[in-house]
T-cell receptor
Protein backbone atom coordinates (compact mmCIF):
# COMPACT_ATOMS: atom_id res chain seq x y z
CA UNK A 1 0.00 0.00 0.00
CA UNK A 2 1.40 3.44 -0.91
CA UNK A 3 2.51 5.53 2.02
CA UNK A 4 3.70 8.98 2.97
CA UNK A 5 7.37 9.01 3.87
CA UNK A 6 9.15 11.61 5.97
CA UNK A 7 12.81 12.32 6.48
CA UNK A 8 14.68 12.55 8.72
CA UNK A 9 12.96 10.60 11.47
CA UNK A 10 14.72 12.70 14.08
CA UNK A 11 16.31 16.12 13.69
CA UNK A 12 18.24 17.93 16.38
CA UNK A 13 19.01 21.59 15.87
CA UNK A 14 20.13 24.59 17.86
CA UNK A 15 17.84 27.48 18.63
CA UNK A 16 17.91 30.07 15.86
CA UNK A 17 18.93 27.62 13.15
CA UNK A 18 16.89 26.88 10.05
CA UNK A 19 15.49 23.41 9.51
CA UNK A 20 13.80 21.78 6.56
CA UNK A 21 11.58 18.79 7.10
CA UNK A 22 10.97 16.67 4.05
CA UNK A 23 8.02 14.60 2.95
CA UNK A 24 7.20 12.47 -0.06
CA UNK A 25 3.40 12.31 -0.33
CA UNK A 26 1.54 9.49 -2.05
CA UNK A 27 2.24 9.88 -5.76
CA UNK A 28 -1.23 10.61 -7.16
CA UNK A 29 -2.28 12.88 -4.30
CA UNK A 30 -2.80 16.57 -4.92
CA UNK A 31 -3.49 17.95 -1.42
CA UNK A 32 -0.79 18.22 1.18
CA UNK A 33 -0.73 19.08 4.85
CA UNK A 34 1.53 19.57 7.85
CA UNK A 35 0.46 18.87 11.40
CA UNK A 36 2.47 18.84 14.59
CA UNK A 37 2.20 17.22 18.00
CA UNK A 38 4.06 18.59 20.97
CA UNK A 39 4.94 15.79 23.40
CA UNK A 40 1.89 14.80 25.44
CA UNK A 41 -0.42 17.18 23.59
CA UNK A 42 -2.97 17.02 20.79
CA UNK A 43 -2.22 16.77 17.10
CA UNK A 44 -2.51 20.30 15.68
CA UNK A 45 -3.11 21.47 12.13
CA UNK A 46 -0.47 23.75 10.66
CA UNK A 47 -1.14 24.21 6.97
CA UNK A 48 -2.82 22.79 3.89
CA UNK A 49 -1.42 23.19 0.36
CA UNK A 50 -2.92 22.69 -3.06
CA UNK A 51 -2.00 23.77 -6.57
CA UNK A 52 1.27 25.27 -5.36
CA UNK A 53 -0.27 27.56 -2.84
CA UNK A 54 -1.39 27.55 0.76
CA UNK A 55 -5.11 26.81 1.12
CA UNK A 56 -5.36 27.37 4.83
CA UNK A 57 -3.01 27.92 7.74
CA UNK A 58 -3.40 27.99 11.48
CA UNK A 59 -2.31 30.66 13.93
CA UNK A 60 0.75 28.54 14.71
CA UNK A 61 1.94 28.86 11.11
CA UNK A 62 3.52 32.30 11.41
CA UNK A 63 6.17 33.99 9.28
CA UNK A 64 8.84 31.63 10.59
CA UNK A 65 7.20 28.76 8.72
CA UNK A 66 7.01 28.14 5.00
CA UNK A 67 6.07 25.24 2.77
CA UNK A 68 7.15 24.34 -0.71
CA UNK A 69 6.70 21.68 -3.32
CA UNK A 70 10.09 22.02 -5.02
CA UNK A 71 9.50 19.24 -7.53
CA UNK A 72 6.87 16.69 -8.46
CA UNK A 73 7.46 14.45 -5.48
CA UNK A 74 8.64 16.35 -2.42
CA UNK A 75 6.79 18.59 0.00
CA UNK A 76 8.82 20.50 2.57
CA UNK A 77 8.27 22.47 5.74
CA UNK A 78 10.88 25.07 6.58
CA UNK A 79 11.27 26.73 9.94
CA UNK A 80 13.45 29.79 9.47
CA UNK A 81 14.72 30.40 12.97
CA UNK A 82 13.82 27.63 15.37
CA UNK A 83 12.68 28.26 18.92
CA UNK A 84 12.64 25.87 21.85
CA UNK A 85 8.87 25.67 21.62
CA UNK A 86 9.10 24.33 18.05
CA UNK A 87 10.23 21.01 19.49
CA UNK A 88 7.54 18.56 18.46
CA UNK A 89 6.70 15.69 16.16
CA UNK A 90 5.85 17.03 12.71
CA UNK A 91 3.51 14.98 10.54
CA UNK A 92 3.07 15.34 6.83
CA UNK A 93 -0.16 14.14 5.23
CA UNK A 94 -1.70 13.96 1.79
CA UNK A 95 -5.08 13.24 0.23
CA UNK A 96 -6.31 12.67 -3.30
CA UNK A 97 -9.29 15.01 -3.08
CA UNK A 98 -10.18 18.16 -1.29
CA UNK A 99 -13.20 20.39 -0.84
CA UNK A 100 -16.44 18.49 -1.23
CA UNK A 101 -14.95 15.06 -0.62
CA UNK A 102 -14.43 12.84 2.38
CA UNK A 103 -11.13 11.62 1.10
CA UNK A 104 -9.10 10.54 4.14
CA UNK A 105 -5.77 12.06 5.00
CA UNK A 106 -2.80 9.71 4.84
CA UNK A 107 -0.17 10.59 7.41
CA UNK A 108 3.51 9.84 7.53
CA UNK A 109 5.21 8.62 10.70
CA UNK A 110 6.62 12.00 11.48
CA UNK A 111 9.88 13.80 12.08
CA UNK A 112 10.77 14.42 15.68
CA UNK A 113 12.30 17.88 15.90
CA UNK A 114 14.34 18.68 18.99
CA UNK A 115 15.49 22.28 19.42
CA UNK A 116 18.25 22.77 21.98
CA UNK B 1 -16.25 22.44 13.55
CA UNK B 2 -18.54 20.92 16.17
CA UNK B 3 -16.82 19.37 19.16
CA UNK B 4 -16.70 15.74 20.20
CA UNK B 5 -16.42 14.12 23.63
CA UNK B 6 -14.72 10.79 24.21
CA UNK B 7 -13.70 8.84 27.31
CA UNK B 8 -10.04 9.21 28.19
CA UNK B 9 -9.31 5.49 28.14
CA UNK B 10 -10.81 2.05 27.69
CA UNK B 11 -9.45 -1.36 28.40
CA UNK B 12 -10.21 -4.60 26.62
CA UNK B 13 -9.04 -8.17 26.57
CA UNK B 14 -7.51 -9.52 23.43
CA UNK B 15 -9.98 -11.03 20.95
CA UNK B 16 -12.92 -9.34 22.62
CA UNK B 17 -14.97 -6.54 21.02
CA UNK B 18 -14.29 -2.92 21.90
CA UNK B 19 -16.99 -0.27 21.72
CA UNK B 20 -15.66 3.28 21.67
CA UNK B 21 -18.29 5.95 22.25
CA UNK B 22 -18.24 9.50 20.95
CA UNK B 23 -20.69 12.25 21.77
CA UNK B 24 -21.25 15.08 19.30
CA UNK B 25 -24.46 16.73 20.42
CA UNK B 26 -23.88 19.90 18.36
CA UNK B 27 -23.28 18.07 15.08
CA UNK B 28 -24.62 19.85 12.02
CA UNK B 29 -26.45 18.24 9.13
CA UNK B 30 -23.40 18.41 6.88
CA UNK B 31 -20.87 17.05 9.37
CA UNK B 32 -19.39 13.65 8.63
CA UNK B 33 -18.12 11.54 11.53
CA UNK B 34 -14.54 10.44 10.96
CA UNK B 35 -12.39 8.16 13.10
CA UNK B 36 -8.62 8.07 13.09
CA UNK B 37 -6.25 6.22 15.35
CA UNK B 38 -2.66 6.79 16.35
CA UNK B 39 -0.47 3.85 17.23
CA UNK B 40 2.52 4.50 19.49
CA UNK B 41 5.25 6.50 17.73
CA UNK B 42 3.29 6.69 14.49
CA UNK B 43 1.21 9.22 12.61
CA UNK B 44 -2.58 9.21 12.70
CA UNK B 45 -4.24 6.56 10.55
CA UNK B 46 -7.71 6.78 8.99
CA UNK B 47 -10.15 4.17 10.29
CA UNK B 48 -13.65 4.87 9.01
CA UNK B 49 -16.22 7.58 8.39
CA UNK B 50 -20.00 7.91 8.03
CA UNK B 51 -22.87 10.36 7.80
CA UNK B 52 -26.12 8.69 8.90
CA UNK B 53 -26.01 4.98 8.17
CA UNK B 54 -23.87 2.43 9.94
CA UNK B 55 -20.66 1.63 8.07
CA UNK B 56 -18.36 -1.36 7.98
CA UNK B 57 -14.88 -1.80 6.60
CA UNK B 58 -12.00 -4.20 7.13
CA UNK B 59 -10.80 -2.32 10.19
CA UNK B 60 -13.97 -1.53 12.13
CA UNK B 61 -17.66 -0.74 12.17
CA UNK B 62 -19.25 2.62 12.86
CA UNK B 63 -22.68 2.76 14.46
CA UNK B 64 -24.37 6.16 14.28
CA UNK B 65 -27.32 7.06 16.49
CA UNK B 66 -30.53 7.96 14.76
CA UNK B 67 -30.34 11.57 15.97
CA UNK B 68 -26.60 11.65 15.05
CA UNK B 69 -25.69 13.12 18.41
CA UNK B 70 -23.48 10.15 19.19
CA UNK B 71 -21.64 7.34 17.48
CA UNK B 72 -19.73 4.20 18.43
CA UNK B 73 -16.64 2.76 16.82
CA UNK B 74 -16.62 -1.02 17.12
CA UNK B 75 -13.48 -3.11 16.91
CA UNK B 76 -14.89 -6.60 16.56
CA UNK B 77 -11.94 -8.56 17.93
CA UNK B 78 -9.28 -6.48 19.58
CA UNK B 79 -5.69 -7.45 18.96
CA UNK B 80 -2.57 -6.13 20.65
CA UNK B 81 -1.96 -4.12 17.50
CA UNK B 82 -5.19 -2.20 18.11
CA UNK B 83 -3.72 -0.53 21.20
CA UNK B 84 -3.76 3.12 20.16
CA UNK B 85 -5.39 6.49 20.72
CA UNK B 86 -8.68 6.67 18.81
CA UNK B 87 -9.97 10.04 17.67
CA UNK B 88 -13.55 10.90 16.73
CA UNK B 89 -13.55 13.95 14.46
CA UNK B 90 -16.38 15.85 12.77
CA UNK B 91 -15.63 17.04 9.29
CA UNK B 92 -17.80 19.40 7.23
CA UNK B 93 -16.76 18.79 3.66
CA UNK B 94 -18.50 21.92 2.43
CA UNK B 95 -16.20 24.29 4.22
CA UNK B 96 -12.85 25.64 3.18
CA UNK B 97 -11.39 23.87 6.19
CA UNK B 98 -11.80 20.46 4.63
CA UNK B 99 -8.18 19.53 5.27
CA UNK B 100 -8.08 20.80 8.82
CA UNK B 101 -8.83 17.90 11.12
CA UNK B 102 -9.57 18.96 14.69
CA UNK B 103 -7.96 16.31 16.89
CA UNK B 104 -9.06 16.12 20.49
CA UNK B 105 -7.44 14.07 23.22
CA UNK B 106 -9.07 10.85 21.96
CA UNK B 107 -9.55 7.55 23.77
CA UNK B 108 -6.51 5.51 24.73
CA UNK B 109 -7.35 1.86 24.11
CA UNK B 110 -5.40 -0.65 26.15
CA UNK B 111 -5.56 -4.28 25.03
CA UNK B 112 -4.64 -6.93 27.55
CA UNK B 113 -3.42 -10.36 26.42
Amino acid sequence: EPEVTQTPSHQVTQMGQEVILRCVPISNHLYFYWYRQILGQKVEFLVSFYNNEISEKSEIFDDQFSVERPDGSNFTLKIRSTKLEDSAMYFCASSDSGLGSNSPLHFGNGTRLTVT
Amino acid sequence: DAKTTQPNSMESNEEEPVHLPCNHSTISGTDYIHWYRQLPSQGPEYVIHGLTSNVNNRMASLAIAEDRKSSTLILHRATLRDAAVYYCILRDRRTDSWGKLQFGAGTQVVVTP
